[in-house]
Nanobody, 119 residues
Framework: QVQLQESGGGLVQAGGSLTLSCAASGTIFSINVMGWYRQAPGKQRELVANFANGGGRNYGDPVKGRFTIYRDNGKNTVTLQMNSLKPEDTAVYYC????WGAGTSYEYWGQGTQVTVSS
């Protein structure tokens, strides 16, 4: 079993910055991807950014150039630095871990943290 502990989030004015962190603990196979998704009211959950332990990073189009994801493989943590925030970034942000082992993939989600950007 894997547990994801999220921290960060909150209320910020447009143009401001916030940092989200997620720490994973438990049984994590060597091949894995950690990242962040978000879901705004009435919308589908979407990728914000993810980071494979092999080094590959992906960003959702709405956040490219504004958000940066970092990863510490030794600590199984990911950090999302969010700059130039916009009201449309308002959503619940979820940490996600996908890991592969013994021929099976496993997905784990954090409980979510609210990010609110005021105009």
């Amino acid at each position: 079993q894997v547990q994801l502990q999220e921290s960060g989030g909150g209320l910020v004015q447009a143009g401001g910055s916030l940092t989200l962190s997620c720490a994973a603990s438990g049984t994590i196979f060597s091949i894995n991807v950690m990242g962040w998704y978000r879901q705004a009211p009435g919308k589908q959950r979407e990728l914000v950014a993810n980071f494979a332990n092999g080094g590959g990073r992906n960003y959702g189009d709405p956040v490219k150039g504004r958000f940066t994801i970092y990863r510490d493989n030794g600590k199984n943590t990911v950090t999302l630095q969010m700059n130039s925030l916009k009201p449309e970034d308002t959503a619940v942000y979820y940490c996600k871990l996908t890991t592969w082992g013994a021929g099976t993939s496993y997905e784990y989600w954090g409980q979510g943290t609210q990010v609110t950007v005021s105009s």
